[in-house]
């Protein structure tokens, strides 16, 4: 029988014995949890953005399309005149839609009523001072006539009509107003009718 041994057996080493850092283990399936979780928060927000970028321009859209109704019936340059301001209308554009100044619905001594149609069927009024000639259209009467276009501008009442707009032209010498037509007379024809009446006495005086 040999003689024990003095010395101890190597013990067996099965890792390396270099030093290893400890790293937290990326958890695949958490991460996806979690992008999951945060692509279904998200999706309300945009719905939610969605729905009033749209509601945005559907009122947007409204608004542009309810400004005033008869808006469509008159010509671009006419359209593009209600943007900026009260137009000054052509003679012959009214004239037109007056067939001629032929279809006369009221008169007196000092102005003359038409009744006209747009080409979208809406129909008008229109008020002309009966004015000789620019030599009686004195600077005063420039001046008020200008006050009450204005005036008349800034009305916004269920009670009064829409004014159109006016036209002064030198040559056959025009004043006039438009309006949208009231069945049963205009109110500016109850409310201004002493102001014309007013204009027509002074042209008589000037005179």
């Known amino acids: 029988m040999p003689p024990p041994s003095d010395v101890a057996p190597p013990h067996s080493v099965n890792a390396d014995p270099s030093p290893t850092l400890s790293l937290p283990r990326f958890d695949g399936q958490r991460s996806g949890k ?16 969605l729905v009033g970028i749209v509601v945005l321009f559907l009122c947007r859209g409204n608004k542009v399309a309810t400004v005033r109704p008869w808006a469509t019936g008159l010509s671009g340059q006419l359209q593009k005149a209600f943007v900026t301001g009260v137009p000054k209308l052509k003679r012959s554009e009214l004239e037109a839609a007056c067939e001629d100044f032929s279809n006369v619905i009221g008169s007196t001594s000092f102005r003359t009523v038409y009744k006209g149609t747009l080409s979208s069927w809406v129909e008008i009024v229109v008020v002309s001072v009966d004015t000789p000639s620019a030599k009686e259209w004195s600077k005063h009467l420039e001046s008020s006539f200008r006050k009450r276009i204005d005036m008349l501008s800034k009305v916004n009442h269920k009670n009064f009509v829409n004014l159109l707009g006016f036209c002064e032209e030198d040559a056959p010498f025009t004043i006039m107003i438009a309006f949208e037509y009231a069945p049963n007379g205009t109110l500016f024809e109850h409310l201004h009718s ?14």
């Open 194 to 207: 002493e102001y014309i009446h007013s204009v027509y006495l002074s042209i008589r005086n000037f005179s």
């Open 34 to 49: 979690k992008n999951h979780l945060s692509l279904i928060l998200s999706i309300p927000f945009g719905g939610t953005a």
